[in-house]
Nanobody, 124 residues
Framework: QVDLVQSGGGSVQPGGSLKLSCVVS????????VGWFRQAPGKERESVAS????????YYRDSLKGRFTIFRDTVEDPVYLQMHSLKPEDTAVYYC?????????????????WGQGTRVAVSS
């Protein structure tokens, strides 16, 4: 049993910042990679970023590079998604996901475990 517990999120004005965290726990909690996805109302889920378990390799959606950062300090720490210069179009439910086998990346089908989702709302 692997659990992903998310925290963070909320409401922020355009230009603001938020930090999401994802804790992966359970007896089989050594994953290969963790990713963040988001789903806006009426839209399909899309990739945001991913990071391999040790943090050696990261992936970012092209349109988010420079504003979003995925990181973790050690393998015992949560995986964070730091979001800066938020825009209304960033409004979505954000999900973290864990990939037990590969290097993460942008395909949701590569991830076996999912968090509960956390809402991010950007508006003035």
């Amino acid at each position: 049993q692997v659990d992903l517990v998310q925290s963070g999120g909320g409401s922020v004005q355009p230009g603001g910042s938020l930090k999401l965290s994802c804790v992966v726990s359970g007896p089989s909690a050594t994953m290969a990679a963790v990713g963040w996805f988001r789903q806006a109302p009426g839209k399909e889920r899309e990739s945001v970023a991913s990071i391999t378990w040790t943090g050696a390799i990261t992936y970012y959606r092209d349109s988010l590079k420079g504003r979003f950062t995925i990181f973790r300090d050690t393998v015992e720490d949560p995986v964070y998604l730091q979001m800066h210069s938020l825009k209304p179009e960033d409004t979505a439910v954000y999900y973290c996901a864990a990939d037990q086998h590969g290097t993460g990346g942008h395909l949701s089908s590569d991830y076996q475990y999912w968090g509960q989702g956390t809402r991010v709302a950007v508006s003035s």
